[in-house]
């Protein structure tokens, strides 16, 4: 397991996740968003659609998916992926059976679930298990206190909480 702090050149591909869980507020769903970066460039980024119903359809998912269509194992072991949020155990899978690289988020699963249960909200289906539980041999980075008081803030309002 290894697990650092964000680097100062990963925030504003945070600050991008962050942004793109803002829009998914927007539109009804809840506040997720990720990207996938290769060699400085963004390849894929989308936030959650689980309004829909399918609880299946997070941003992570769906990059480990991409990725597994359209880089090679080399690309996909070099790649990056910066998400608003800790990635779910589903997504952790995910990340690890397609092997991509370093994982980098904003803000950590047992935060999500301590506010949710702060705002006495029932705890998600399944278990905030951190990355390296589901992934142990992923670089993991985060979470980086510079955006949490923000992501709190867009878990609430998703939430229909009203914070002091």
Same mark, same amino acid.
């Given at each position: 397991?290894?697990?650092?702090?964000?680097?100062?050149?990963? !925030?504003?591909?945070?600050?991008? /996740?962050?942004?793109?869980?803002?829009?998914?507020?927007?539109?009804?769903?809840?506040?997720?968003?990720?990207?996938?970066?290769?060699?400085?460039?963004?390849?894929?980024?989308?936030?959650?659609? #689980?309004?829909?119903?399918?609880?299946?359809?997070?941003?992570?998912?769906?990059?480990?998916?991409?990725?597994?269509?359209?880089?090679?194992?080399?690309?996909?072991?070099?790649?990056?992926?910066?998400?608003?949020?800790?990635? /779910?155990?589903? /997504?952790?899978? +995910?990340?690890?059976?397609?092997?991509?690289?370093?994982? #980098?988020?904003?803000?950590? +699963?047992?935060?999500?679930?301590?506010?949710?249960?702060?705002?006495?909200?029932?705890?998600?289906?399944?278990?905030?298990?951190?990355?390296?539980?589901?992934?142990?041999?992923? #670089?993991?980075?985060?979470? +980086?206190?510079?955006?949490?008081?923000?992501?709190?803030? !867009?878990?609430?309002?998703?939430?229909?909480?009203?914070?002091?």
């Amino acid at each position: 397991m290894i697990v650092r702090t964000p680097e100062p050149g990963d !925030l504003p591909h945070l600050r991008r /996740c962050v942004a793109l869980a803002r829009h998914a507020v927007k539109v009804g769903d809840e506040p997720f968003g990720s990207l996938l970066m290769l060699d400085g460039d963004v390849l894929f980024e989308d936030f959650n659609h #689980v309004s829909g119903g399918d609880n299946t359809r997070h941003p992570e998912f769906a990059i480990a998916r991409w990725a597994a269509e359209n880089l090679s194992a080399d690309q996909r072991r070099a790649a990056v992926v910066y998400t608003s949020g800790e990635h /779910c155990p589903m /997504c952790a899978a +995910a990340h690890g059976w397609v092997g991509l690289g370093r994982i #980098v988020y904003a803000a950590g +699963a047992i935060q999500l679930l301590q506010w949710r249960r702060e705002w006495g909200l029932d705890d998600a289906p399944v278990a905030p298990l951190p990355i390296s539980a589901v992934a142990p041999g992923v #670089v993991v980075a985060g979470p +980086a206190p510079e955006l949490i008081d923000e992501i709190r803030a !867009l878990h609430a309002r998703a939430a229909g909480v009203e914070l002091d």
